[in-house]
Nanobody
Framework: QVQLVESGGGLVQAGGSLRLSCAAS????????MGWYRQAPGKEREFVAR???????NYADSVKGRFTISRDNAKNTVYLQMNSLKPEDTAVYYC??????WGQGTQVTVSS
């Protein structure tokens, strides 16, 4: 049974930073593609960033240059470093594994 547990969300002022973490268990983490998605109130869930087992990364245009996804395979953890946060980044952020498994989400709120 794969479990993904996110942490690190919170309230931050515009221009600030947060780092989200997602701890995974129940799978061979090092070979899995891991991703971050987000869902704002009244909107559909959208892609934010992904990282392959080999460390290749992709980002949504809206976060490119501000967010960085990384992973520590020894800790079975994926991170999302979010800098220069904007009010429009406010959403529940979800960790995803292999487009199959989801975490429970962590709230990020950016005040203007």
């Amino acid at each position: 049974q794969v479990q993904l547990v996110e942490s690190g969300g919170g309230l931050v002022q515009a221009g600030g930073s947060l780092r989200l973490s997602c701890a995974a268990s129940g799978s061979i983490f090092s070979i899995k593609v891991m991703g971050w998605y987000r869902q704002a109130p009244g909107k559909e869930r959208e892609f934010v960033a992904r990282i392959t087992g080999g460390g290749g990364t992709n980002y949504a245009d809206s976060v490119k240059g501000r967010f960085t996804i990384s992973r520590d395979n020894a800790k079975n953890t994926v991170y999302l470093q979010m800098n220069s946060l904007k009010p429009e980044d406010t959403a529940v952020y979800y960790c995803n594994q292999a487009l199959t498994y989801w975490g429970q989400g962590t709230q990020v709120t950016v005040s203007s």
